[in-house]
Structures are given as C-alpha cells and as structure tokens.
C-alpha cells in the first residue's frame, strides 16, 4: 500500500468518526415535507448543477432576507440578523428543504452566526473606508459567506483528503514547458485537482484561494478584516488572476480524465473504511471491489443521466410556455391577425423532445475504459502512482490571419445552417419571430444535450475515437452549443419563474412554515403539558 493511500484512508478514518453527542437543531417532519416539496420545485426551474444546489441555498437565504428587511438598500449591515439570529434561522431553513440532516447540533448555530459576524464587519469596513458598498461587492462576499457556512456546517474532511492525494500523484509528474516557477504550477495543478473532482465554481476557487493566502481567516480578527479591506480591490484581482490563468486549461484538460480514478477510490474507501488497509494491501480482493465500485458508479450517472434529463425537459418546457404565453401568442396575432397553432405546437414540443432524443443516443463508456480505470488504481494503491511524466507544451498563438480565417469559415457555417433553419420553417408557414424562438431553443437544447452528458464524460479515463461524419456534427452543431451557453446564461440572470418564486412566493410560504412550526411545538408543548397532568 503506498504513503498516498495511507494518508487518505487516515483522512477517511478521521471523516468517518461518530459526531459528538449534544443537542440537536429540531424541525417539525409534517412542516419539512412541504419545504422540501418547494425547494424541489424552484431547483427544477432554476436549472444549476445538483452538487451547487446547497451553497446556492445558503446565497439565495441569505440575500432573501437581507433583502426583506431592506438592510441593503439602507445599510449593508447585517447586524439587525445578528441580533435577531439569521444563523439559527438559516440552519432551520436548510434541515427543512432537506440539504441538512436532522443531526445538526445545536452549537454549530454559534459557528455559523461567528463567520456572519466576520463578514458583518467586512461590510462594515468596505462601507466606512469606501465610503459605499456597491451590490456587486456584496454579492461577490456573500458568495464567500455561502461557501464558508457550508464548509463549517459539512467539513470536507474527504474532498480535501482526495484533492491532496491526487495533487501527490501528479503534481511531481507534471511538467510545463516554459513554464511557471514551482509555487504557482503547484497552486495551478492543486486548484485543477478541485475543479476536476468536484466541479467548484468561481465562488468556491475563491473561497479556497482565501484560506490559502490567509491561513488564519477562518479566524480572522478585526486587524486581519481591516488589512483585507485596505487591499480588497488588489485581492480580488489576484484571486481572479489564479481561477483564469493562462495554464490552468490545459491542467485541467489533463486531469481531468484521472477524475474518474480517484472517485472510484473514494468509493471503495467509502465501502470499506472499517477493512482499508488489509484490503488496499491485497492485490485481489482490491481488484474485486474496485470492479464492483466502477460497475455501482456507472449505475449512479445512468440514475444522474435520466435525472438530468428530467430537470433539462422541465426547464425548457417551462421557459418556453411562458415565452409562448407572453411574447409568441401576442406577435402571431399582431403579425398574421390570428394565431398559428401549428407552429405554436411544434414550437412548444419540439424542444423537450429532442432532449429526450438527445438523451436517449447517449452511450456508456465501452469494456476497455474500465479496464483503464482498473489498472490506474492499482498503479496508485500499490506503487504511489505512474511512472509517466505528462509534458505540458507551452500553447501555440496563432497569427492574426490564420485567426481570422478560422472565426470567418466558423461564422459563415452558422449563418448557412441558420439559414437552412429559417428557410425549412418558412416553408412551414413560420413568422420571423417563431422561427427566432425556434432557433433560440434550439441552442437551449444544444446546450442542455451537451451538459446532461458530462456525467458520461466523466467516466472516461480514455479518448473516444472520433469519426469524419461526428467531426463534422461537431463544427456544425458548436456555434450552436456556444450560443445555447451565453442565452443560459443570461436567462439564469432574468429567469422571470425564480425572481416571481423568490420576491412573491418564497418569503411568504417561509414565514408560514416558520409560523405553522411554531403553532405545531404550540400545540406539542400543551399535549405534554395535559399528558403529564
């Protein structure tokens, strides 16, 4: 067993130990059923990664009710939410939409309510020495404040643990040519390990990069908040710096077909922490849960695939009834003096069914990418990793006419297929405007179809031969799937179904939950009180 495994396992073995005995946070189950029904709801509407879905959560409570009391408009302050104990109130929120156990103990309401104050004071700071803060600030620290109470709430004693363990494996075989000095390529390749692993955004890289400039913010007294402050400009630059290096593509690139590899030992570690180490030390009986890891984890994204597919049928259904209602009924009548049912139909169901036509042509990784899986754990189980060094080539610019040729031929090839688009749908007795949400959707969906199957992609620790015809498919289809991108991007700003969920209904359907809760331990606490009698 090699000193990499061991020290995972240590860590592991740390994760798996029983929680401390105390009080715990209490909800009531009847109450819980219907958060959890909504919060179910709005996540399918407002279609992110699932993995992202709890630090959203904390972002989006938080903003909620800073935005209610009007403490952002008058003073960025959340020292009214101290008092009154946001923190309580975000723990209690969350076990309710079920992204928290009902094992939360009560002291952790003290942790949470600390890193609010920190930040608290932050805010203050900003404000007294800039003299405002700009909502743009704000949200980009309250996204911290969101990745840290996760943190504190659920440790991840194993993420860092396997982030480390695959950051030995290849940090000292990763070399770049003309590269960077040795501190910042081990910073690159350690950030590439998180992303790959487990898909961090911005805010995370950012959170993460904090820590390690700052080991001591997790404590950071009012010196270290002041000091932050004074530089917080240059800080956020630098951190921008790091997450958009010019070489951290080409490192993800690179590990991120060895993701793969290092879940499936997490997956045997998982299933066997009390017997890892005689069983990391057996040759066979590690072969023969490494398979059965492999064969459940290949169950698992069948299960994410069918799921994702779901939540993407949902969204673009949803998005495209509401543009239907709003904006593609009322132009068909002022255009054409009546409605078009028939391009209204094929508008509204074409979408969600080539997702699912989409969905349903993907294909599972083939015998010999196991295989590969296979023979990658047992070199870094039994040998502390592979004896290959991967040689990363300084990338190649090319010149401004070889540039221009390329985006030329790039451009020319989405304006024919666009086209041929409008050409076949004004043969179908479509106006310009259908034809325009038709093509928008159709970027959706591009998009959508290329985003459900990560979860495929992920499983292949080897290239998948490409054919001229799916080349071919591939230039077609990608100014599509880049325009798909930007217009996901933008609807997620101005999704009109999550700002009506959250300024109309959220607050109120909360504060009910919050009232009938009360009402039920009311009611509970006078059971007792006759029962005793």
Not at 44 to 69: F, S
Request: proline share 3%.
């Amino acid at each position: 067993m090699s000193k990499i495994i061991e020290k995972l396992i240590a860590g592991f073995e740390e994760a798996a130990a029983p929680a401390e005995a105390g009080e715990k946070l209490k909800v009531n189950a009847v109450i819980s059923k219907a958060a959890f029904i909504y919060e179910k709801i709005r996540n399918a509407i407002d279609y992110q990664e699932e993995h992202l879905e709890r630090k959203g959560a904390i972002y989006r409570i938080m903003r909620r009710k800073l935005l209610l009391e009007k403490v952002i408009m008058e003073n960025y302050l959340l020292e009214k939410y101290h008092h009154e104990n946001i923190a309580e109130h975000l723990l209690l929120e969350m076990i309710r939409a079920g992204y928290l156990k009902q094992d939360v103990p009560v002291k952790m309401v003290e942790v949470v309510d600390k890193i609010i104050q920190k930040y608290n004071s932050l805010f203050a700071k900003i404000k007294e020495i800039e003299g405002r803060l700009s909502r743009k600030m704000f949200r980009y620290w309250l996204e911290i404040v969101a990745v840290e109470i996760e943190n504190a709430v659920l440790p991840s004693i194993k993420e860092k643990a396997l982030a480390n363990a695959m950051f030995s494996v290849y940090n000292p075989r990763i070399e770049l040519e003309n590269g960077l000095e040795e501190k910042e390529k081990e910073l690159q390749v350690y950030l590439a390990c998180h992303r790959v692993l487990y898909k961090w955004d911005e805010a995370m890289m950012r959170h993460l990069l904090l820590t390690l400039y700052y080991p001591d913010w997790s404590k950071a007294d009012e010196e270290m908040i002041v000091k932050t402050v004074n530089s917080v400009n240059k800080i956020m630059l630098g951190l921008a710096k790091q997450i958009n290096h010019p070489r951290q593509r080409q490192i993800f690139h690179l590990l991120k077909k060895k993701a793969i590899v290092f879940w499936v030992i997490q997956d045997v570690l998982a299933e066997n922490i009390k017997r890892a180490r005689p069983l990391f030390d057996n040759q066979e009986a590690l072969e023969a849960e490494v398979k059965k890891a492999i064969a459940k984890r290949y169950k698992g994204v069948r299960a994410k695939l069918r799921r994702g597919v779901v939540r993407s049928i949902i969204y673009v259904f949803f998005t495209k009834m509401v543009l239907a209602l709003a904006l593609e009924f009322p132009m068909d009548w002022y255009l054409s003096g009546a409605i078009n049912y028939t391009s209204a139909a094929i508008n509204i169901t074409f979408p969600p069914v080539l997702m699912f036509f989409v969905a349903i042509m993907i294909r599972m990784p083939k015998k010999e990418n196991m295989e590969k899986i296979l023979s990658e754990v047992k070199a870094i189980a039994l040998q502390g990793g592979l004896s290959k060094t991967f040689k990363l080539k300084q990338p190649l610019g090319r010149g401004m006419v070889m540039r221009f040729m390329f985006n030329l031929i790039y451009s020319l090839t989405f304006i024919f297929s666009l086209f041929v688009i409008f050409w076949g749908l004004n043969n179908l007795d479509f106006n310009f405007f259908s034809s325009l949400i038709f093509v928008l959707f159709l970027t959706l969906v591009s998009f959508f179809g290329l985003r459900i199957r990560r979860p495929v992609q992920d499983l292949l620790t080897i290239d998948r031969r490409e054919s001229i015809i799916g080349s071919i498919v591939d230039f077609v289809a990608l100014p599509f799937v880049s325009m798909g991108r930007w217009i996901s991007g933008k609807f997620s700003k101005i999704n009109f179904f999550t700002y009506f969920l959250d300024l109309i209904i959220e607050a109120p359907f909360k504060l009910l939950i919050e009232v009938f809760e009360d009402l039920f331990g009311f009611i509970h606490e006078k059971k007792e009180e006759v029962m005793n009698e």
